[in-house]
């Protein structure tokens, strides 16, 4: 069993996208449509991700599958109240669902490496 720590931290992209995810949901939650409530639900978890990413926590890969199911939620609510500019529509709903499993497999991909590390070097 391999029991070297990875080289790279494989959340890296899942911190670019979190960067990039903060920066429009503040303008489009707390500058554009006034969503106090909806952008906090978003930006809080953002910000203890981006947070324990650099802090090296192991619970930064639970924090990013947090921010994933509340985009998920605020996505939806959204949709729902009309201020996305289009309606939710069956097609839409899949293509969003597919895609936040598609993010949420990636997050258990690079949560099984660090957990075979942790094993090894606990025995």
Known sequence: MDSTPPK???????LIGAVVLAYFDIRFYFIE?????????????VAAFIIL???RSRFAWLAAV????????TLLITYQLGYMGVPLTWFLG????????LFLRYFWKTKEPY?????????
């Open 115 to 123: 957990l075979r590390y942790v094993a090894a070097k606990e025995i």
């Open 94 to 101: 899949i293509v969003d669902l597919l895609l936040f499993a």
């Open 33 to 45: 449509h006034r969503f106090i409530l909806l952008g906090s639900a978003i930006v809080i978890p």
């Open 8 to 14: 790279r931290n494989p959340l890296l992209p899942a």
């Open 66 to 73: 947090i921010v994933v199911f509340m985009i998920a939620v």
């Open 53 to 55: 990413f650099f802090s």
